[in-house]
């Protein structure tokens, strides 16, 4: 499949559970970005890599934990999550970072519940 | 403080009138500027940017400098143009680049 996609689409977990989100780009992009999306509130960005390297850290919580294995997988490995971390999470994907005015590419977006 | 305000949170035409959704931003230096939508269901994608100065399904935007204002027109909405409307400046910080987005604006164009 081409563009950006998440997995999965729904997560519900517990505060104690460990789990992780999952995306993927087949655009040949070297940037990749998780963006939190919550009600009531803009489009937050979290983390960027660019080239596999991380470049921004937004002042996330610890128990967020990004990976970047490669230009094309991007992974979000969440613990000890609050109730008040449930949103929904986006992924995107650019050229690069640092060629300016380029278009970011977004997945669907995994829906997460912590309950 | 640095942000971006789209100062319409919910906004309703009917078919076949203009449209402009509003948006200013306050960022020190000249952010790249693009607009983003989503519609029912679908990804959230690029409409338009300020740079290649198009028009895209009919909506245009003009940077005010004066104002930074980057305010999206459309002069005919049309039901299909419903959907929400992000305004996102690229910001230059620390050597990296972020799009940073409004809180968005809902169009609601009816029959």
């Known amino acids: 499949e081409t563009g950006v996609t998440q997995t999965p689409r729904h997560l519900v977990m517990g505060m104690t559970n460990k789990k992780s989100l999952k995306c993927e780009q087949h655009?040949?992009?070297?940037?990749m970005y998780w963006y939190k999306q919550s009600a009531k509130k803009p489009l937050e960005l979290m983390f960027v890599?660019?080239?596999?390297?991380?470049?921004e850290n937004n002042s996330v919580p610890s128990r967020f934990s990004p990976e970047c294995p490669n230009s094309s997988h991007l992974f979000l490995h969440l613990h000890t999550l609050q109730p008040e971390d449930s949103a929904l999470y986006l992924c995107?994907?650019?050229?690069?970072?640092?060629?300016?005015?380029?278009?970011?590419?977004f997945g669907q977006g995994t829906r997460l519940t912590v309950v | 403080a640095q942000r971006v305000t789209q100062p319409e949170k919910l906004l309703s035409v009917f078919k076949g009138a203009p449209v402009e959704l509003k948006c200013n931003y306050s960022y020190s230096g000249s952010p790249e500027l693009f607009w983003y939508v989503q519609y029912s269901r679908q990804r959230l994608q690029l409409l338009l940017r300020?740079?290649s100065r198009e028009s895209i399904k009919g909506f245009t935007a003009d940077l005010n400098k004066g104002e930074t204002s980057f305010h999206l027109k459309k002069p005919f909405a049309q039901e299909e143009d419903s959907a929400m409307y992000y305004c996102a400046p690229q910001i230059s910080q620390g050597g990296s680049e972020k799009l940073v987005f409004g809180k968005g604006t809902k169009l609601t164009v009816n029959p």
């Open positions: 655009l040949g992009h070297n940037a």
């Open positions: 995107a994907s650019s050229q690069e970072v640092g060629r300016g005015n380029t278009e970011a590419f």
């Open positions: 300020h740079i």
């Open positions: 890599y660019n080239f596999k390297e991380q470049t």
